[in-house]
């Protein structure tokens, strides 16, 4: 999270209007991770990718749900905004600037994960020149995809056996967006929901409160690249591995086209 100086300076996209809220999310998902994957030992590298992972798909459906709303409005869209690829063997997967924007410092968004890693790993001892090119690692994680090899983090020293974020959303996803749509609790005064594109943050947030959290078992540099690579991959998976039938993808003349099958359903 950012320093306590620089949160005075700068309001996070939810503020003022749904401060309780965002903190109240915040708490429940930081318990449910902690809850299904022990933060300490040899299951903390898994509970930094889960956690990374999170805002990768949170990520994902920020832009989908920004393609719905703007599917009939093709000439706002800028080209390679949001695209539906598939690999040589006919896997599906999503690639863009705005699945990536949410990830990556340099593309124009307030509140990048990148920047909740690199502000947590270097308050745990981490160096400026420590820190690997994240584009890098997007572009690698890209060509993995269409090359059908994908959803699996990097083998590399220092790592154990990790759970694919694919897996680890099946578990872990529905009940997060359970938690981020959940009514205020009776006791508190109502606020508005959380943004779709604001679910990101906000699990950035608790992802760079895990990295303190397991920083005695998982040095710095370790656990970033554990937090970006989960939240890389997870951002351009098929949504139906984790979240199957929310979602509707199809190409068109006009550019992929995108229904949320609540939405759907309603008008139908």
Known sequence: MPPASAARQERFPWEPESVNRANLVTAAV??????????KGAHAQSLLVAAGALVGFAAQNSALEQGELLTRRRDLVAPESLMLRQSKDGRRFLAGRWVTAPLLLGYGHGFPLQRFVVQAAAAAGMKRTEFPDYWEMERR????????????????????????????????WPTTRRIVTAPMPLEMMDEPVLNEAHWPVALAVVAARLMTQTAETVPPKLAAGLVMEGAIIASKLDPELADPSRWTLAPSPRGLQIARDDRRRRVA
């Open 141 to 172: 994680i890209a060509t993995a995809a269409a090359e059908e090899e994908f959803g699996r983090l990097e083998p590399m020293e220092g790592r154990g056996t990790l759970a694919r974020p694919q897996d680890l959303l099946r578990v872990l």
């Open 30 to 39: 930081r318990q449910l991770l902690v809850q299904k994957i022990p933060s």
